[in-house]
């Protein structure tokens, strides 16, 4: 009777333990569809080439957890715009290649091992998400977010909060003659300050180092620059704050004729005042500006690369513009207008840091290239933007969207040839369900 209580006490112990081994899966996902109307996006009165479409974006996340210790992640995502690939006649073809056009795609594919209690580990294709996402974001807003590739380590100790990532850029294959182990990679290490001052709820510091090797075919010159970011920000009774900046120097292409050396900054402070009592109102100012270079006769270049920013979150709802030889000022308000109700409004002033350089693009969703690509050169003034939205939040984790968003172009449109001096306007309206 001994042996039988002790093999049941071991079977138990056995089964158990098999128990915590097992494989547990769970997923997630996302639905999205977003509808665009731009009227008169080409600025010009005559010929205003209005266009209307519509997005839609699935993604279906499975995590596979083995103990407490280890887990791997597969994001598989959808993204297109409808009708994409087919043109208006119709036919066979024209559905071919739609469908050929729209499969799906790994977003993410990562292993996560938890090393130690205060310390982790990821490798494979994963999202970097710092600070705020003024450095490295997932960028969310396009149809595809932005993944990244390499190893990924957290340390958490009473000081900070440490990430560090060896991320590879880009391989270029086999080495010629020529090359060395042709490839790009990022080194990045970012560090959440903890037991900060009552006011400051952030400090955060982004270290990037840039490498890439030269190349023959294609020809493409070494890299070794240097990105430093700082965010701090918080809260004191009823004023928010926060202040970003990054400076950016090295080399950022040198080859046997010539070298460039890279020297951009940015700075972007942001002021508030809330009422959580009236309405959850609340309302601040925001300076943004990021240097431009005007000049291609000299070696160095004074554009200040955005990186991996959220570029939907910074400089307008309507992302005409995007950081990189940029100066603009914001005001804004937002208050909860009914349950789960948010409505908000945003005017902005953008200009050139450099009124001989380029303006750049807003993020991956890019609706005004040809808008941007007809200012004139040697006007700094780009214009205001007004922007108009409402987020209702319903039950089950669905919501809409919407914002109404008015762009009145400045000089360097209305002095261009031709003249783009009509009012842009866009309306987007957007639901989204998270399960």
């Not at 994963?126 to 600070?131: A, D, Q, S, T």
């Not at 669905?398 to 360097?412: E, K, R």
């Amino acid at each position: 009777m001994k042996r039988l209580v002790l093999l049941a006490g071991a079977l138990a112990v056995t089964t158990a333990a098999h128990a915590a081994d097992e494989t547990d899966m769970k997923a997630n996902g996302e639905f999205r569809v977003r509808y665009y109307n731009d009227m008169t996006p080409s600025g010009i009165k005559d010929t205003p080439a209005n266009k209307s479409d519509i997005e839609g974006r699935m993604k279906l996340g499975f995590t596979l957890k083995k103990g407490e210790k280890f887990s791997a992640h597969m994001t598989m995502l959808h993204g297109t715009k409808f009708g994409d690939e087919k043109a208006l006649g119709g036919g066979a073809a024209n559905y071919s290649a739609h469908n050929a056009n729209n499969g799906l795609i790994v977003n993410q594919a990562y292993g996560w091992w938890k090393a130690g209690e205060s310390y982790s580990l990821k490798a494979g294709r994963f999202n970097v998400e710092l600070g705020g996402g003024e450095f490295f974001s997932a960028d969310g807003w396009n149809l595809v977010p932005t993944t990244h590739e390499g190893f990924l380590g957290v340390f958490d100790t009473d000081f900070a909060s440490i990430a560090a990532a060896l991320v590879k850029v880009s391989e270029a294959g086999t080495a010629t003659s020529a090359d060395s182990d042709p490839e790009a990679h990022n080194i990045i290490v970012s560090a959440d300050i903890k037991n900060m001052p009552e006011a400051v709820k952030t400090a955060n510091l982004t270290l990037v180092q840039m490498s890439k090797s030269e190349t023959s075919t294609p020809a493409s010159g070494a890299m070794n620059a240097q990105h430093i970011g700082v965010t701090v920000g918080g809260d004191m009774s009823n004023v928010f704050w926060k202040a970003v900046a990054a400076f950016q120097m090295g080399v950022q292409s040198k080859t046997a004729a010539a070298e460039t050396k890279l020297a951009g900054n940015m700075f972007d402070v942001t002021v508030g005042y809330g009422m959580p009592e009236t309405m959850g109102l609340k309302m601040w100012a925001n300076y943004h500006m990021d240097s431009g270079d005007d000049s291609a006769a000299d070696q160095n270049n004074n554009d200040y690369q955005a990186l991996f920013y959220d570029s939907h979150k910074f400089a307008g709802l309507m992302d005409i513009f995007g950081w990189g030889n940029l100066t603009y000022w914001n005001i804004g308000a937002s208050m909860t207008a009914a349950d789960d109700l948010e409505v908000g409004l945003g005017l902005y002033g953008f200009s050139k840091s450099k009124e001989n350089g380029a303006t750049l693009n807003a993020s991956g969703n890019d609706r005004f290239a040809a808008f941007r690509g007809g200012a004139a050169a040697a006007k700094a003034d780009l214009g205001m933007e007004l922007d108009v939205w409402a987020s209702q939040k319903y039950a089950s984790n669905f919501s809409i969207d919407a914002n109404l968003g008015m762009f009145m172009p400045g000089a360097a449109f209305k002095d261009a040839t031709p003249k783009r001096e009509t009012t842009i306007m866009q309306l987007m309206v957007a639901g989204t369900m998270m399960f």
